[in-house]
């Protein structure tokens, strides 16, 4: 087998490669490969039929039963039986990567690949691979059309690629084919009671075993959604197209990585970086224009109807809002300011189709040149905001210059957005004239990549919301930096019902184990639009910044807020965005979670722990502090009376010395949390 070893020289990483790939072939009915340290098994066959399938065991035990793989095409026979199969030797990779920004720096690498060839046995001979990588905490497996004469272009309807779940248990889940896309609340139910989920699922086996099924390095083809065909057998169901193809691709090609991860806690789903590791390394190379950062904006006030989108007499986004959020971002050491509303369009309906938006021209009350040149004296950058109201046909034509007037005024990162039903945004159509798609079709993935090529070119970062699903393709293009994705705290300010105690526990074993989301932390007026308001304690919003990973944090609330509450603002002015190291100390999925992180450019260590509507007291080890070493532990923890019910604004803010030998006592209030820095003793820290 080839093995790929990396060594570290120097802060770079290097992989060299030994040996030869072995060239032997096999053919038979059944073959399976195992993850180099023989957790996971795969094994690969034909049925009686000729129907290709796979079966996955972990550690001899079956996690998933035998599923069907294939395809039906809409101008050709279905690829789905008939087919012999032949796999080649595995070959063995274990490369470490450096992330420009991340969870983590350095990523471990380590996979077992191995590829089988199903051919049909008569006719057109038609053929694909099914190439697996397979690591211990996970696996990934896609299809790949080679250059052949019998499918040159591939239209496909459906891909009967399944996940016959081999135990019983709970599952986690919010509904696919939904109008208000992934924004739903999490279903907890039997695994059987599923009906069309969106993808990552997660689900705990009887046994205790956690899986989580998603896809990796998703570009040009359709979103996967899984939909319960009987018992706890999922297959895949793709989103769309703009005929009865969801996928019309020429040959070669490879679809997206089908994922599973299998651990036997939560905290292992976490911990996995399996999701990116099935991405292809930066294509972008140097990108480090691009800061993490801490941000402030124009924005919440707008969701709590203080001031407005739109022109008029309250609008939000005027040169002198946007002036006093820069001053008050650069007294308080914050990166950004986001300003919403600034682009003439949002006068009128524009949710009905985004066509009056301009992404060049201000408001007549907006100076974007002296608000950015404001921005740049006190050493604050803004942050663009291009809302298109799912039009990404009328979005697509002013692309490059909008892109282009944000280089040139020094902005390096930019919020969009795609409010509009699912199924109702617009793409370009075979005739060149804007029509009807969901959100995560063929088309419109094809955009997102456009938006993100487009602006790398002219060095800005994009943070989508109403997005495409994240399928790790950050380690590609580092510059596709956050989404949202999920149901974010604005529906906290508004949202009937708002956001319950448990959603970020729900989110840490879900949603955000496809990557960063930009969830707006940081809120201290807890009465809001929303029946009963912000169901947190201000310690768990501070722990949010912690266990809610994004390498653009935003202090979402008011500045009053702020001004009147310098205490607690500390934590969020002091606490990290880039991460060094991340350990998961604990968790269940909807119920709690403690995270610790290192950051990145200092020995500074934080810790996050957050719960749902039950009082908790938790046991947070500190062996992930350097031994020998002394710490200065600034702890934002509920205070006696906290509850997400009453007195959400009890806290308690206090010090104590540490050592990695030290156990501390979490108590959660109920909605609680606690947000905890380690500060280095007897040597100076960067923050």
Same mark, same amino acid.
């Given at each position: ?5 990396? =060594? ?98 350095? %990523? ?65 889940? $919010? ?37 989580? $099924? ?14 319960? *065909? ?22 070669? =090609? ?68 946007? $002036? ?37 021209? *201000? ?81 419109? *993935? ?5 938006? $993100? ?173 350097? *031994? ?29 010395? %540490? ?29």
């Amino acid at each position: 087998m080839l093995k790929r070893r990396s =060594f570290l020289a120097l802060g770079t990483v290097s992989a060299l490669a030994f040996g030869a790939p072995v060239a032997a072939q096999t053919t038979s009915n059944a073959v399976r490969a195992s993850s180099p340290g023989g957790v996971l098994t795969i094994e690969m066959a034909t049925d009686n039929d000729g129907r290709p399938t796979y079966a996955v065991s972990r550690l001899g035990r079956k996690v998933v039963d035998t599923s069907w793989l294939g395809f039906l095409l809409t101008d050709a026979p279905m690829l789905e039986r008939n087919m012999t199969l032949t796999a080649g030797a595995p070959v063995t990779v274990d490369e470490t990567w450096e992330q420009p920004w991340g969870e983590r720096r350095y %990523v471990r690498n380590h996979y077992n690949e191995w590829r089988v060839t199903f051919t049909e046995k008569a006719g057109l001979r038609r053929r694909f691979d099914v190439v697996c990588r397979l690591y211990d905490d996970g696996l990934g497996f896609r299809y790949e059309f080679p250059e052949q004469d019998g499918l040159k272009t591939v239209r496909i309807g459906a891909e009967l690629t399944e996940f016959n779940l081999s135990e019983d248990g709970e599952a986690w889940w $919010i509904p696919a084919w939904e109008w208000n896309r992934e924004e739903y609340l999490y279903n907890r139910t039997r695994i059987d009671a599923v009906g069309s989920a969106q993808t990552p699922m997660t689900v705990r086996g009887d046994s205790g075993l956690h899986v989580s $099924i998603h896809e990796a390095a998703l570009i040009d083809y359709a979103g996967m959604n899984l939909r319960r *065909a009987e018992g706890l057998k999922f297959r895949a169901q793709l989103t769309p197209g703009l005929t009865n193809a969801a996928v019309v691709r020429q040959a070669p =090609f490879h679809t997206p990585w089908r994922t599973l991860q299998i651990s036997d806690s939560a905290a292992g789903l976490v911990e996995s970086s399996l999701i990116l590791n099935l991405n292809e390394p930066n294509k972008l190379g140097d990108v480090s224009w691009f800061k993490p950062m801490k941000y402030l904006g124009v924005w919440w006030e707008m969701h709590l109807e203080l001031k407005s989108w739109g022109s008029g007499p309250k609008h939000g986004a005027t040169t002198e809002n946007a $002036i006093k959020h820069i001053d008050f971002a650069a007294e308080h050491g914050f990166g950004g300011v986001l300003v919403e509303g600034w682009n003439k369009g949002w006068d009128g309906d524009w949710f009905a189709n985004g066509s009056d938006f301009s992404f060049t021209e *201000a408001y007549p009350d907006f100076d974007i040149e002296r608000v950015t040149a404001h921005g740049r004296a006190k050493g604050v950058q803004l942050i663009g905001h291009h809302e298109t109201g799912g039009n990404a046909f009328h979005y697509e034509q002013q692309l490059e210059p909008a892109m282009a007037l944000y280089q040139r005024l020094g902005m390096h990162s930019v919020k969009t957005g795609y409010v509009a039903d699912a199924g109702g945004a617009r793409v370009a159509g075979p005739d060149g004239r804007a029509v009807m798609a969901w959100h995560e079709s063929q088309p419109m *993935a094809q955009h997102h990549m456009r938006v $993100i090529e487009t602006a790398a070119k002219h060095q800005v970062a994009v943070n989508a919301h109403e997005p495409f699903k994240d399928t790790g393709l950050r380690r590609t293009y580092p510059n596709m930096i956050s989404r949202e994705g999920a149901r974010g705290m604005e529906f906290s300010a508004w949202g009937q019902p708002g956001n319950p105690p448990e959603h970020e526990a729900n989110l840490v074993f879900t949603r955000l184990l496809a990557g960063p989301m930009d969830y707006t932390p940081g809120i201290f007026g807890m009465e809001t639009r929303s029946p009963g308001g912000i169901q947190t304690t201000w310690a768990k919003q501070l722990a949010l910044y912690v266990v809610i990973y994004s390498p653009i944090q935003m202090a979402a609330d008011l500045l009053v807020h702020y001004e009147a509450n310098p205490a607690p603002f500390q934590f969020i002015k002091d606490v990290p965005v880039d991460w060094a190291e991340t350990r998961v100390l604990d968790g269940e999925i909807g119920d709690f979670v403690v995270i610790a992180r290192k950051d990145r450019h200092s020995d500074v260590w934080a810790l996050g722990a957050v719960s749902d509507e039950h009082p908790r007291s938790l046991s947070a080890a500190l062996s992930f502090l350097d *031994a020998g070493r002394r710490y200065r532990a600034e702890i934002y923890r509920d205070g006696p009376n906290a509850d997400y019910r009453g007195k959400r604004e009890d806290i308690v803010i206090e010090q104590r010395e %540490v050592t990695s030998a030290d156990t501390l006592t979490l108590n959660l209030a109920p909605g609680g949390g606690q947000a905890i820095r380690f500060v280095p003793l007897g040597r100076k820290s960067r923050r």
